[in-house]
Structures are given as structure tokens and as C-alpha cells.
């Protein structure tokens, strides 16, 4: 079993839909996560960081976990075109290495 | 923000040369930075950690003969591809770490995108 599970997609939505996206993992010592996005041909940059269960909003991006269940997820509202892009999980562990799921490939149609 | 810079962003090589790829902290310095290699529609896979002054290690299954990685300075590491071949064709990232704050923070380069033919 990977230590962080996501389902790559590839995600097609209309604009202004609700997106969400999710990873599960195995360890349950993980406590810090995070979400990056990457457009084509870019490096990762990131978006939202969480530590504890519970939510955590940001403009129209909400970061949910849920220790109990192994469980993250990641929320857009009203999603625009310019939010088409990989979204990566990731779960940092030993040296400040980080484990990244495979990541969701996103479109949001206009 | 902190930026991090690749260069070149691009490059096409022939079968058997090296390759150098280098990557800067712009306005931080950077203590440990990461290499990391991407396949098209996979995932980041971290290929090595280098850390200023010293020997970089090396994930299972890196060949460090291969994948030369060298942090000399507290803003610049390097990865040299030896003898590349087509199948080192990828996209290779760099982060690289403030060295103070959280240790899990790390700023991403825009990526190196090599072909070898």
C-alpha cells in the first residue's frame, strides 16, 4: 500500500461547480498536510497547510482532514478556468522530505 | 516570497552527454534543498536531499554516479545528469528550504524540462 493514495483524475467540471479532491493515507503518525498546485509545466506551489482535524478555509479553497479516517480533502468553490491544474497532496515526514499523492488532474470548463 | 530559480528551463541533449542543471534560492538562503523527478502525468518523486557542505543523500533506487548533485553554496545547488540517456527524459524540480521556521517548508523551482534523444 502507498503511504498516500489520490485518485489522478482526470477531474472535467463546469465553471462555478464545487470541486473536490482527495487523498487517504496510511501512517497515522502523519500530522502536518498539505495541497499544491501545479500548472502544466511548472513547479508546485503551495496552496493550503494543515495540521490539526478540522476544517481550514482560505478564500474559495477549504482543506478538510480527518485523522480518524486517514483522510484529506480539498474544496473549491465557484471554481473558475484559471483553477485548471494538478493538485498534489502532500504529507511531510523524517528530514523535511515530503510524500506527494500522484495528484488530480483538474479542468474547469467555461 | 521566497523564489526559487531553474536554469535552463529547457534542454535537449543527445544520447551520452551530461547535463547540469542548476537551481538558486533568489532572496533566501537555502540550507537543504531537495531534487525531485517528475514523469508525465505521475507524481514528484524525490530523487535526493542535498544539504550545503556535504554529500547529498540519496533516495533507494538513485543512482548517485548517475544523478551528480552538488550544494556549494548556501543559495545554489546543481544536479548534473552523467551520460544521459532517453530514459532520463523527465522534468526535474528543486525546492529548497529557508533553514529556519518549519523544516516541511520548501519553495519550488519552475522545473527543468530535459530531452535526451
Known amino acids: 500500500q502507498k503511504e498516500v493514495e489520490q485518485d489522478p483524475g482526470p477531474l472535467s467540471v463546469p465553471e462555478g461547480a464545487i470541486v473536490s479532491l482527495n487523498c487517504t493515507y496510511s501512517n497515522s503518525a502523519f500530522q502536518y498536510f498539505m495541497w499544491y498546485r501545479q500548472y502544466s509545466r511548472k513547479g508546485p506551489e503551495l496552496l493550503m497547510y494543515?495540521?490539526?482535524?478540522g476544517n481550514k478555509e482560505d478564500g474559495r479553497f477549504t482543506a478538510q482532514v480527518d485523522k480518524s479516517s486517514k483522510y484529506i480533502s480539498l474544496f473549491i468553490r465557484d471554481s473558475q478556468p484559471s483553477d485548471s491544474a494538478t493538485y498534489l497532496c502532500a504529507i511531510p515526514f523524517q528530514g523535511g522530505k515530503l510524500i506527494f499523492g500522484q495528484g488530480t488532474e483538474l479542468s474547469v470548463k467555461p | 516570497g521566497a523564489v526559487v530559480s531553474q536554469h535552463p528551463s529547457r534542454v535537449i541533449c543527445k544520447s551520452g552527454t551530461s547535463v547540469k542543471i542548476e537551481c538558486r534560492s533568489l532572496d533566501f538562503q537555502a540550507t537543504t534543498m531537495f531534487w525531485y523527478r517528475q514523469f508525465p502525468k505521475q507524481s514528484l518523486m524525490l530523487m535526493a536531499t542535498s544539504n550545503e557542505g556535504s554529500k547529498a543523500t540519496y533516495e533507494q533506487g538513485v543512482e548517485k554516479d548517475k544523478f551528480l548533485i552538488n550544494h556549494a553554496s548556501l543559495t545554489l545547488s546543481t544536479l548534473t545528469v552523467t551520460s544521459a540517456h532517453p530514459e532520463d527524459s523527465s522534468f526535474y524540480i528543486c525546492?529548497?528550504?529557508?533553514?529556519?521556521?518549519?523544516?516541511?517548508?520548501?519553495?519550488f523551482g519552475p522545473g527543468t524540462r530535459l530531452t535526451v534523444l
Open positions: 525546492s529548497a528550504h529557508p533553514g529556519q521556521g518549519r523544516t516541511d517548508t520548501q519553495y
Open positions: 494543515t495540521y490539526s482535524s
